[in-house]
């Protein structure tokens, strides 16, 4: 296959243990008014205090707003555009988790262009650059610090929503492991695995053929040369460091390293984009309420049991990014989700065996996930997916292929 390669990133990252100080003079690169965006946890934490510092050192004026919330929904959004329209920011400054580097996109994009969220739905629909976005990212993570995508709640309908747009690829991404020292457990379990889902199903998606059309009209664009490379050492990261900073909260080393294949993760899906897991996971999460990182590990290795025969290559890959016992990436990663504390299968989570096929077809209309996934795929086939996760065993999508 010819060389095809494809890179848009924030185009300054700083990464790094005490990288945070750097805020302030960032921040005053773009002017003297910041609207700093948080939510009222992270307010609390002294991670914040250092980027609440380091911009009031620098003399700027600076509005908070802590009304960030998980999937980011209608009533944040109206908070942070108001507290920006009163006080008509040069730069925003996110720092959390994905729900509060979202928030701070959509807000960096009503600010700058006005109307409403749903009038961006459609993908490259952002018609110019945004309000210039610092991220600093408190969990390991989702990657947004370095994605075109905000995932959004729809004010009418309640629903997950993406915007996707390359001008929403926050300026500058600041990646401080010490902000991610106080996450919960859990939050680091899940998120952690998460990233690695992004690694993995953004070094698996479906190769396009390259074209200029291609890569100018969608801001992600399938397996490229660029995002392959940041994925496979993203893999490599999180597979180093998962089990251990879910273990030892307080160690930094783990989190710095999480945070790096995290980060990494980021820019690779952010280019190539994610997949099956995902689809699946915006069903399940609807139904169970379970958390994003949650629906995509536990799913995960089963996505992967199913590209097998599509991309054996790209598999024994990964096995050798993340040195996986036997060469066996399927089984370590089903391992590692286990050992991190994910539940054993989809029953476990309360989803009764007769709701899969409704769970496949509500999966099947994220068209541009289902698209990217190496292998074609109907409701057929993600139904045989959800049952070998609802019974908690990859090896039936194996036997399955054996048969077929
Ligand atoms: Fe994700």
Redo the contacts with the bound molecule.
């Keep these: 296959m010819d060389l095809f390669a494809v890179l848009r990133a924030p185009s300054q990252v700083l990464f790094g243990t005490g990288m945070a100080e750097a805020a302030g003079r960032v921040a005053a690169t773009h002017g003297r008014r910041v609207l700093l965006i948080t939510d009222p946890v992270i307010a609390g934490t002294p991670g914040f205090g250092i980027v609440e510092t380091a911009l009031r050192a620098e003399g700027l004026d600076v509005a908070v707003c802590t009304d960030a919330e998980v999937d980011v929904p209608p009533a944040a959004v109206d908070a942070a555009v108001a507290l920006g329209r009163e006080t008509q920011p040069d730069v925003i400054v996110a720092v959390g988790g ?1 729900s509060v580097i979202d928030l701070a996109k959509v807000t960096a994009l009503l600010l700058a262009h006005g109307g409403a969220l749903s009038d961006y739905y459609a993908v490259n629909s952002v018609p110019g650059p945004v309000l210039p976005l610092i991220a600093l990212p408190t969990t390991a993570g ?2 947004s610090e370095a994605t075109p995508v905000a995932v959004i709640t729809d004010a009418a309908t309640a629903m997950k929503m993406g915007v996707a747009s390359s001008h929403l690829i926050p300026r500058h991404a600041i990646c401080d492991p010490r902000l991610t020292l106080g996450a919960p457990t859990t939050v680091t379990a899940h998120s952690g695995i ?2 690695l ?2 690694a993995i199903e953004g070094y698996m998606a479906a190769a396009e053929a390259p074209s200029v059309d291609l890569v100018l009209s969608r801001p992600q664009i399938g397996k490229n040369g660029l995002s392959d490379t940041l994925a496979l050492s993203a893999a490599g990261h999180i597979a180093a460091n998962l089990e251990r900073v879910v273990a030892e909260g307080d160690d930094l080393q783990a989190r710095a390293g999480m945070l790096y294949g995290s980060l990494l993760a980021g820019i690779a899906f952010g280019n190539s984009g ?1 997949s099956t897991a ?1 689809a699946l ?1 915006f069903a399940v999460g609807a139904a169970t309420h379970t958390s ?2 949650l629906g ?1 590990g536990l799913l995960l290795p089963y996505v992967m049991e199913f590209n097998r025969p599509a991309r054996p290559d790209d598999l024994a890959a990964l096995a050798i990014a993340m040195e996986s016992p036997d060469g066996d990436v399927v089984g370590h990663v089903h391992a590692l989700g286990q050992r991190i504390g994910l539940p054993a299968s989809l029953a476990e989570i309360g989803i009764e065996r007769e709701d899969l096929p409704k769970l496949a077809e509500a999966s099947i209309g994220f068209r541009r996930l289902i698209d990217n996934n190496p292998r074609p795929l109907g409701t057929l086939q993600l139904e045989r997916i959800l049952d070998a996760a609802w019974h908690g065993e990859p090896a039936r999508l194996k036997e399955e292929e054996a048969v077929v």
Excluded: I
């Design positions: 994905g989702t990657g998460d990233a889902s992004h994610v995902h996971q994003h990182g995509t």
